[in-house]
Each structure stands twice: as C-alpha cells, then as structure tokens.
C-alpha cells in the first residue's frame, strides 16, 4: 500500500521537504517498524521534467478521451506510479498565494487526464493531505490551499485533511502533518483489513 509524497521546491533542506519529510515519517510509523520506509515514496517534482499542459489542439487532446498527455516528458511515468499509490501527500510552496510551477504543471496535466473519467478516475476516493507552506510574509496558503482543493475535487480523490503552514507554525505544523500522514495510513489499512 504506498503513499506518494510529491514535494515541489527547488530547497533540499526548506520548509517544503520538511513538511514532507514529516509526512514520510508518518507514514513509516503507519507501517512499523519492520516495514520503515516500504510504503512510502517521495517524489521531488523539480527532480523530475514535466512541463506545463500544451492545450493541444482545440483545448482538449489525446486527454480527453484517451485520458493520457501527448505531451512525452516525464508525466507518463510519474502519471502510471500515480495512479498505482493508494494516497498522497501533495507539498506545495506558496508562490504568488499559489502551488508552485512544478506542482502545477503536474497536477494541471494530471487533472485533465483524470478528471474526464469521472468515477472510474485512477484517483477516485483516494486520499490526499495537501500542505501549502508558505515560507516568506506568511499569505496566500488560503488561495494556495483551495486551488489544491479544487484539484482534489476535480480528480475524485477525497480531502484527507488541508493544511496551511508557515514559518511560524512549523514547529506544531509538522507534528500535525506526521499525525495527518500516519492516521490516513492507518485509516487505508484498517479498510482493507
Ligand atoms: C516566486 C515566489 C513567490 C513566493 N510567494 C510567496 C507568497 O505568496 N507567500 C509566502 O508566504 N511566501 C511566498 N514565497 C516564499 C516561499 O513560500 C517560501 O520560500 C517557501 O518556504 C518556499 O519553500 P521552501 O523553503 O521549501 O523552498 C514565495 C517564494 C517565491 C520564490
């Protein structure tokens, strides 16, 4: 049972991969210790090359009915390991009160391929705990948040919990996100038994 843990930040060592490097330990706690590690994946996607949606052809290309992006990079990979996670955490930085660009390109190719199969998306009901860290003034993890939501929302997949941070509520935030990340990992596997 994996967890996708999809971080967005050019920073190793920023609030970002420390909201998701707290994620992770949940998740590992979820586990046991025996299993540490084995149900969890981190994908940077600033690691990774995923452009922005091209809008092929008149709006809608191979997305629409095909439900895959013609646009070869790396989505097709990433899109397949997606869809095999059985939840995700999705960290964002706030840039401009928004995901940042990684984050978006992602998830705006991401939500077309999956959001015109409806119930049957690769996503439905999933879980996601969306972060929006905001690390300079503080603002725009509201307007960040509910574009993550509306994602959320247009893919199927369940608002597990939204969680804004900044610098000044890191220290409690993280606490949060570990216990957000180990209880949907516990809520998963005590569904399947
Ligand atoms: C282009 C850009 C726009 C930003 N916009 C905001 C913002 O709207 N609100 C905010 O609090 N911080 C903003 N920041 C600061 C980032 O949220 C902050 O650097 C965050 O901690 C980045 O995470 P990191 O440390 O993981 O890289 C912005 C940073 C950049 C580079």
């Known amino acids: 049972m994996k967890v996708l843990i999809f971080s967005s930040s050019p920073n190793d060592d920023g609030l970002t ?21 084995g149900e969890v994946e981190a994908v940077n996607l600033n690691d990774l090359k995923v452009g922005m949606c091209q809008a092929c052809e008149n ?24 869809l095999g996670a059985a939840a995700y955490v999705l960290v964002s930085p706030v840039y401009w009160g928004e995901m940042s660009e990684s984050a978006k390109a992602f998830t705006d190719r991401l939500r077309r391929c999956e959001a015109t199969r409806n119930e049957e998306s690769g996503l439905y009901r999933k879980p996601v705990i969306a972060v929006a860290a905001a ?12 574009s993550m939501e509306r994602w959320i ?15 000044w509520s890191r ?12 209880a949907m990992l516990k809520e998963l596997k005590g569904a399947s038994g």
Request: hydrophobic share 40%.
């Open 171 to 182: 220290e409690y935030k993280l606490v949060t996100i570990r216990a957000a990340a180990e």
């Open 59 to 82: 709006g809608w290309g191979t997305c629409l009915e095909g439900h895959t992006c013609q646009t070869e990079d790396d989505f097709q990979e990433l899109h397949a390991r997606t």
């Open 135 to 146: 690390g300079g003034s503080g603002g725009g993890m509201i307007t960040c948040l509910a």
């Open 153 to 167: 929302e247009h893919v199927r997949a369940r608002k597990f919990d939204l969680i804004p941070v900044n610098r």
């Open 17 to 37: 991969a420390a909201c998701a490097s707290a994620a992770a330990e949940g998740v590992k706690i979820a586990s046991g210790v025996k299993m540490a590690g």
